[in-house]
């Protein structure tokens, strides 16, 4: 997954993976939602706006030998030829995908130079500072953004999609707060929860309220979030 500025450093990164392995190489992201050509240049594959669902069932059909070149939201480069497939609708319930994998007896991480097996203090360092206080845990509530500026990302993405009403959407409180309950018991590192959203608080008087009171009762933990202050 790579935004604009990392499109020189994927480019580096896929050639030397397609050197050493012969492997299809995807990309995924802001990069590759709005300029797709340049980005078939280098990858075998694209996926176009958010792609959970396409990519599942992409690594399904590649493990099964089973063809998947229709597979919705994801173009292919295939005999010079670009394959483009419709566009997968978006997701409404976000609260259908699992909080992020932090299981550390499954996990592994490239770390000076070596494969390690992930461990508390590998995590803790891997999980970056914020403005120099560590022990951020980063959290997004909602996706899309309420407002379309013409220079940000958000301004053309709804068009990709076929349902492009339901462009911002929104966990359910018991949702986040399940995520940020898990976090506080299992990594106890965590003193600050960094909310990442576009908007945090753009939405209803009556969201806000319950989130503010689940929040200080079961994670009660410092947190920052970006407000737009008119919202």
Partial sequence: SLPTAFYHRATYLTKAI????????????????????NCLEHADMIAIGEAEEPFLELANKIEKGEDYYNIQSIWFKKDNEIIKNPIHPLVEDLDKYPYPDYELKTQYILHEGEIKKMNMDLLQEFISPYFNIKGVYRIMCSRGCPFSCSYCYHSAAPNIYPNKQKYHRRRSVYHIVGELEWVKKNLSFVKLIRIVDDSFISTSDEWIKKFSEEYKKKVNLPFSCLVYPMT
């Fill in 18 to 37: 397609k050197k050493e392995l012969n492997v299809p190489v995807i990309w995924g992201g802001i990069q590759p939602s709005m300029s797709n050509d």
